[in-house]
């Protein structure tokens, strides 16, 4: 890829966790999640642990959004009567990026089989802003944040601000 038409953005990261049952202490994923970005050299604003519930899920993506440009919500992806990060947050996404799913997906049937059927991983964008909404296991954020969130943020943030 031929990087000369990536802008110098600066990346503003809010990570919001969705659980009813951890604090951010006890969470894993986003722990790696701020491990991976901090190795990155990518700055965290915002963090929050919200609750599995459709609008707190959305008042916190709104929240993040007033000082980040980017927002990772990990948890509430899967299929659980509670898991409702997806019907939080699709509503609000004005283009959707469906080649993160898919290669989400695609990475996540590498490492564990047909179980991937599960993840409803997704990403779109807000305005100008990205949103990534991706599962709550350490080892699916990691692949997540790692091998397409890092890699893609500045190219992803350069085009949705043009």
């Not at 659980?19 to 986003?30: C, I, L, M, V, Y």
């Not at 790696?32 to 642990?49: D, G, M, P, W």
């Not at 299929?79 to 609000?92: F, N, S």
């Not at 350490?138 to 601000?161: D, G, S, V, Y």
């Amino acid at each position: 890829m031929d990087p000369s038409h990536i802008q110098e953005i600066t990346v503003h990261v809010g990570i919001l966790v969705i659980s009813t049952s951890r604090t951010e202490k006890e969470d894993k994923s986003g722990l790696a999640i701020k491990q991976l970005l901090n190795e990155a050299n990518i700055q965290i604003l915002y963090t929050s642990v919200i609750p599995d519930k459709i609008q707190a899920i959305r008042s916190g993506v709104i929240k993040a959004l007033e000082i980040c440009n980017c927002v990772i919500l990990t948890g509430g992806t899967g299929i659980t009567r509670d898991d409702c990060t997806i019907e939080a947050v699709e509503p609000l996404l004005e283009k959707h990026l469906d080649g993160f799913g898919e290669l989400f997906r695609t990475k996540s049937f590498q490492e564990v089989g047909t179980r991937m059927v599960l993840s409803r991983a997704i990403a779109g964008t807000i305005g100008t802003n990205l949103i990534f909404c991706i599962p709550g296991s350490p080892n699916a954020a990691t692949l997540a944040t790692k091998e397409i969130i890092i890699p893609e943020i500045k190219h992803l943030l350069t085009h949705a601000n043009k």
